[in-house]
């Protein structure tokens, strides 16, 4: 059987006519040209309303400045540089701190390119690149950075100014006594050496990263007396005078002793010494010649009546409640002050010594009026305290009974003085503490022994002057 094609059989489709397919594009191509036409027109219509104005869109240092002219738009940026400079930096140095702005330090800001950088926004290029720029910035605003520039140089310069009121010498706390009152009249300043390189080094840094608060690198010399220990010198521990009797040159010495130990300051602890004090008591140094007690009589020396100084001090330093580390009595009792209160020195021998157990500073203060010998001791008083001193125990040592002859240079030959036996004494000396009234403390703080002295005869051997005879 043949076979056959059905009827209905596919016919072949036809071909569209040239140019039909670009039909679909017209909308499209319509909704550009339109879009353009409508951006430029507005991009025109911007020119006209922002002549001489900023662009919106476009903001300095986070601050729109959109329709602001360019007087307007530096007066934002200069304000934004402005903060910048402003800011500080606190330098430590020591125990002190420095303050500096970043305009001190050599920061400079630069308004003027932030202001032209956003003018020229939608003002450069073409016009399809200013309507692109322009429909840019509708959905992407730009913010314009005020640039900031660091002349490292200036910091040297700075750190140099400052090094140089430095002084590397520290200045102790000075005290005096005013109307009997103590009176701190310097404070105490600590010695600095800048290191002005690695100083430099950190404050760079410190202005790049925005840390407010530098160390310097600095060598501190502490003083040796701090205002901080010199207030602790606030007040009287104790006072003591005593009459100074003698000859002018004698009078003279105990001054010029007193001098020398006035506003002495010992530390808490601290040992004081009288001959390391006064130092040596000879002319060179201003000391006179007047009696001095040698073999338990009075002779003329050097830096006579310097031992009322010392005795007279150590009556505050008992009644200030001091350690008495060295004490030596005279060899026989003195005028000036009651038996078993005195304390002799020689230089290079026996020496009062005491420690400062107070706790706190410690100021010795001395002064001579007229014939009145006055020391005090100023430090931090314990309230309800009362120091005194008791000498007991007083026993005499009976004179010896034979006579001693004795050749005396300074009498002239053929004169004889008699001077009538003594007696001797031994006593102790005790101090005795009370705080609101009870004894706290009683203490021996010296035991002395007065030598007795026989019957002396002192003979004459001082030749007479020689005459030479007359032409």
């Not at 640039?147 to 140099?160: G, T």
Request: glycine share 10%.
């Amino acid at each position: 059987m043949d076979s056959q094609v059905p009827a209905h059989a596919a016919k072949t489709p036809r071909r569209p006519r040239r140019g039909s397919r670009w039909l679909g594009l017209v909308p499209l191509l319509v909704l550009v040209i339109g879009a353009l036409a409508g951006g430029t027109a507005a991009v025109i219509r911007d020119i006209r309303i922002f002549e001489g104005r900023v662009y919106p869109g476009v903001a300095i240092a986070g601050t729109t400045v959109a329709g602001l002219t360019r007087e307007e738009a530096t007066a934002v940026a200069v304000s934004a540089a402005d903060a910048v400079l402003a800011r500080r930096i606190s330098l430590a140095v020591g125990s002190e701190t420095r303050t500096f702005t970043y305009g001190e330090l050599g920061v400079r800001g630069y308004p003027d390119e932030a202001v032209a950088a956003a003018y020229a926004q939608v003002r450069t290029g073409p016009l399809w690149e200013r309507v692109a720029r322009r429909i840019e910035l509708l959905g992407r605003p730009l913010d314009v950075p005020v640039r900031i520039s660091h002349d490292d140089r200036v910091v040297y310069i700075v750190l140099k100014q400052l090094a140089a009121g430095f002084s590397a010498t520290p200045q102790d706390a000075a005290v005096t006594v005013e109307d009997g009152q103590a009176v701190l009249t310097r404070e105490s300043r600590e010695g600095r050496i800048l290191d002005v390189g690695a100083t430099a080094g950190r404050v760079i840094a410190a202005l790049q990263s925005g840390e407010e608060r530098v160390a310097a690198v600095v060598a501190v010399k502490a003083p040796g007396f701090t205002t901080q220990q010199a207030r602790q010198i606030r007040a009287s521990l104790a006072t003591y005078t005593t009459r100074v009797a003698g000859t002018a040159n004698r009078v003279h010495n105990v001054g010029l002793a007193a001098t020398y130990i006035r506003g002495t300051i010992l530390a808490p602890g601290e040992v004081f010494s009288y001959n390391k004090t006064v130092g040596p008591r000879t002319g060179t140094r201003g000391f006179r010649e007047a009696p001095i007690l040698i073999d338990n009589e009075l002779v003329p020396g050097d830096g006579g009546g310097v031992c009322q100084v010392s005795s007279t001090l150590f009556n505050v330093a008992l009644l200030s409640d001091l350690q008495i580390v060295a004490r030596t009595n005279h060899m026989r009792p003195v005028a000036y002050l009651p038996i078993g209160r005195d304390a002799t020195v020689t230089y290079g021998g026996l020496d009062l010594q005491f420690r400062n157990t107070t706790g706190h500073y410690l100021m010795i203060w001395a002064s001579l009026a007229g014939r009145r010998l006055t020391f005090t001791a100023y430090g931090t008083p314990s309230p309800d305290t009362e120091v005194s001193i008791w000498v007991s125990e007083r026993s005499v040592i009976p004179a010896p009974t034979h006579t001693v002859t004795k050749k005396d240079p300074q009498l002239d030959e053929g004169k004889t003085v008699i001077r009538e036996a003594l007696a001797g004494y031994r006593t102790q000396t005790y101090r005795i503490v009370r705080v609101d009234g009870e004894v706290v403390k009683r203490e021996l703080v010296a035991s002395s022994y007065y030598n007795p002295v026989p019957r002396t005869i002192k003979v004459g051997v001082k030749k007479p002057a020689q005459t030479s005879a007359a032409p």
